[in-house]
């Protein structure tokens, strides 16, 4: 998933944020929308707040094409 690994080379965002986005990289089918995103990254990467992945998912929209 090209777009995580832009994402992590802007190094933008918290530490936390950091790494949820490295362990992102590991996962080849994110999703690409919002809600199944938020949805994925809660039972796959269990332990951050949503105020983190809200964050994260918003690093990685300014990425996805439109």
Do not use: C, D, H, M
Not at 2 to 16: F, H, P, R, Y
Not at 52 to 58: A, F, L, M, Q, R
């Amino acid at each position: 998933f090209e777009i995580v690994q832009s994402a992590i080379n802007l190094n933008s965002g918290s530490a936390q944020a950091k790494i949820i986005l490295n362990k992102l990289q590991y996962y080849p089918n994110t999703p690409r929308k919002r809600a199944k995103f938020i949805n994925f990254v809660n039972n796959s990467i269990k332990g951050f707040s949503p105020r983190v992945v809200e964050e994260v998912w918003s690093i990685l929209e300014t990425l996805l094409p439109k």
